[in-house]
């Protein structure tokens, strides 16, 4: 069975420093794998995705993921985080229906 | 261009009674998908409609929930007898069947249903 595991609730980082917001999967087959955020009071916005090519894939609001195969993983990345990036972070994994994960909070302190 | 749209954008309702959630998804988008998220969770799939084919209802949780797609376009998802436990904020999402958005979601603003 499909699955999605983000293994953090929340993540606190410092305003300029790199985040990284974790995400592992389980599929079978060839994944599709999404970053979605909801930032407060707002509805869920695609950020980015990976379907097929370059293991680097470059997203909305200067975001990256990085698709590793090996290690069934597809972290979110950025190398400056804003105060503005606070929010709740889901990756999903898509097989025909998405599955979702349950969520990182991200804070960016100032 | 109109996203997603859904209504009502709240409600409230007595435990036992019925409700009826609409979604109206985005002008030739194949794929629709509902979605409970309750409060500060994750998302929670509830049914996946794709074109003409049989949904996928897989996530439904009860007998007393049910979803309907008429003309491949508007949503309504149907809570029957309502317990407080169906609290949440329903999403609802659709999807382009091709192009540069090929499988990325867009959600509408949810309803937030509150059962008393």
């Known amino acids: 069975a499909q699955s999605v595991a983000q293994p953090e609730d929340q993540v606190n980082v410092a305003e300029g420093n790199p985040l990284t917001v974790k995400c592992t999967y389980s599929?079978?087959?060839?994944?599709?794998l999404f970053w979605y955020v909801q930032y407060p009071n707002r509805g869920l916005q695609f950020l980015l995705k990976?379907?097929?090519?370059?293991?680097l894939v470059k997203g909305s609001y200067g975001f990256e993921a990085e698709f590793n195969k090996s290690q069934t993983s597809f972290h979110l990345k950025k190398p400056s985080a804003l105060v503005s990036d606070s929010a709740l972070y889901f990756c999903a994994v898509r097989d025909m229906k998405y599955i979702f994960g349950t969520g990182t909070r991200l804070k960016v302190l100032a | 261009g109109a996203g997603v749209s859904q209504s009502p954008s709240n409600k409230v309702t007595e435990k036992g009674k019925d409700v009826e959630l609409r979604c109206d998804p985005i002008s030739g988008h194949t794929a629709l998908y509902w979605y409970r998220q309750s409060l500060g969770q994750g998302l929670e799939f509830l049914i996946y409609?794709?074109?003409?084919?049989?949904?996928?209802k897989s996530g439904l949780p009860s007998d007393r929930f049910s979803a309907e797609r008429t003309g491949g376009s508007v949503s309504t998802l149907t809570i029957q007898r309502t317990q407080q436990e169906d609290s949440a904020v329903y999403l609802c999402?659709?999807?382009?069947?091709?192009?540069?958005?090929?499988?990325?979601?867009?959600f509408g603003p949810g309803t937030r249903l509150t059962v008393t």
């Open positions: 409609f794709q074109g003409n084919s049989a949904p996928d």
């Open positions: 999402a659709s999807s382009s069947p091709g192009g540069t958005a090929l499988y990325e979601q867009y």
């Open positions: 990976y379907i097929t090519g370059d293991n």
């Open positions: 599929v079978s087959g060839n994944p599709y």
